[in-house]
């Protein structure tokens, strides 16, 4: 919720999962979040910035953690790419 100011007021905002946009509960232990390093593509090198996508447990508990972090790496790295 956000005031008259447009400030947030809300004390607990609960994350989404980047693949299935489920949301991450507080009871949600098995929820992981994982920064990835942006590289430059023209050196290789680490830019000091890094993306952020989280995971839930029950993308975790299928088995498909690998496979969406993967494709998620590949859709951002080619939206970078683009701009």
């Not at 942006?38 to 090198?45: F, H």
């Not at 996508?53 to 859709?75: C, I, N, P, W």
């Amino acid at each position: 919720m956000q005031n008259e100011s447009g400030e947030n007021v809300d004390l607990y905002i609960p994350r989404k999962c980047s693949w299935t946009s489920r949301l991450l509960t507080s009871k949600d232990h098995g929820a992981v979040q994982i920064n990835v390093a942006n590289v430059d593509p023209s050196t290789g090198l680490f830019t000091g910035e890094s993306t952020a996508f989280a995971l839930s447990g029950y993308t975790r508990a299928k088995s498909e953690g690998d496979m969406a972090l993967t494709e998620l790496v590949s859709r951002n790295d080619a939206k970078i790419s683009s701009e």
